[in-house]
């Protein structure tokens, strides 16, 4: 996982707990805590850091990625302005992923692993996110999502339809923007 990702982790914690936040968070993880951007670090990094914070908090490990998520969007909206202002609702932003926003990380941030998502529109108005990775990271993309939600000011509710951590071979989320 690049370094990025625990650089957002460590400004989030930092930002919702105070500046001793990160710092104790990465003793009580035991990892090196020592994470440059451009870097790549082991996953059960990211996955202890959010572990153990998941517990210090009183979350669920889902839970704490989809609030890692959610709160990441506005400074990913501030570092990456352009991704956010070539649309003006959620959908489309996510719908953005592959063909814009991960082809550009993976160019910018060498050995990024970024996840191919796979988008269909349901009868009902859903759209139907599909995802596969061997990071099984499906909370997070859940965060994201409402965090890309709240930057365009619209609400969004999300299902699971089948997951990788129930021994499915995909996740399949179903997200509806009321009209
Ligand atoms: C400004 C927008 C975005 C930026 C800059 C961004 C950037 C990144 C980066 C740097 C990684 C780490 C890859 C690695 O370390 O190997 C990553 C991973 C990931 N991204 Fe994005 N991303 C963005 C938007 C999104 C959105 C909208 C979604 C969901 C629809 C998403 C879902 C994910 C997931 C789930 C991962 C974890 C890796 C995995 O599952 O295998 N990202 N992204």
Redesign the pocket.
């Known amino acids: 996982?690049?370094g990025?990702?625990f650089n957002l982790l460590e400004d989030v914690m930092n930002h919702a707990h105070g500046h001793h936040a990160w710092p104790d968070l990465v003793d009580a993880a035991g990892v090196s805590g020592a994470y440059t951007s451009l870097g790549?670090y082991p996953d059960e990094h990211l996955l202890a850091l959010t572990d153990t914070a998941a517990a210090v908090l009183g979350l669920s490990s889902a839970d704490m990625l989809r609030w890692f998520g959610r709160s990441a969007m506005p400074l990913?909206?501030t570092?990456?302005p352009q991704?956010?202002a070539a649309h003006r609702h959620a959908r489309s932003?996510?719908c953005s992923?592959n063909a814009i926003?991960?082809p550009e990380?993976r160019k910018l941030?060498a050995?990024?692993?970024?996840?191919h998502?796979h988008f269909t529109d349901r009868d009902d108005g859903a759209l139907i996110?599909a995802?596969q990775?061997?990071?099984r990271?499906c909370p997070?993309?859940e965060g994201?999502?409402a965090g890309?939600s709240d930057h365009y000011g619209e609400t969004v509710a999300m299902e699971h339809l089948t997951c990788m951590l129930d021994a499915q071979p995909l996740c399949r989320i179903a997200a509806r923007w009321p009209a």
């Open positions: 996982m690049k990025i990702i790549s990913l909206a570092r990456f991704f956010f932003f996510v992923v926003i991960h990380v941030y050995g990024a692993g970024c996840p998502f996110i995802y990775s061997p990071r990271l997070l993309v994201f999502v890309a």
